[in-house]
């Protein structure tokens, strides 16, 4: 069982900055794909950015695209998110997930990560 713990969250008027982190208990961390998604009151879990386990192939939600950008560390079981020229409208809980699923150059589908962190609350003031 893998556990996920975030950290990084926070309040930040528009158009600032928040890196979010992510460690991961399991050493098998370097073999899982890793994400960030996010839920705002009253609204579906929205896929934010999705990394596989090299590092090689990344993914990122419409909403987010030139503004975040996904990495990781596998040396230190960690993954982050680096936000940029944040909007009121990227409030939400974010969440760190894991997926043993996808290859070097591919990432698993949105379903197949099973590993969820607890969740960070990220507020952006207009």
């Known amino acids: 069982q893998v556990q996920l713990v975030e950290s990084g969250g926070g309040l930040v008027q528009a158009g600032g900055s928040l890196r979010l982190s992510c460690v991961a208990s399991?050493?098998?961390?370097?073999?899982?794909?890793m994400g960030w998604f996010r839920q705002a009151p009253g609204k579906e879990r929205e896929f934010v950015a999705a990394?596989?386990?090299?590092?090689?192939?990344?993914n990122y939600g419409d909403s987010v695209k030139g503004r975040f950008t996904i990495s990781r560390d596998n040396a230190k079981n960690t993954v982050y998110l680096q936000m940029n020229s944040l909007k009121p409208d990227d409030t939400a809980t974010y969440y760190c997930a894991a997926s043993r699923y996808g290859g070097s150059y591919s990432l698993p589908p949105v379903s197949e990560y099973v590993y969820w962190g607890q969740g960070l609350q990220v507020s952006v003031s207009s």
């Open positions: 990394l596989s386990w090299s590092g090689a192939s990344s």
């Open positions: 399991d050493r098998s961390f370097m073999s899982y794909a």
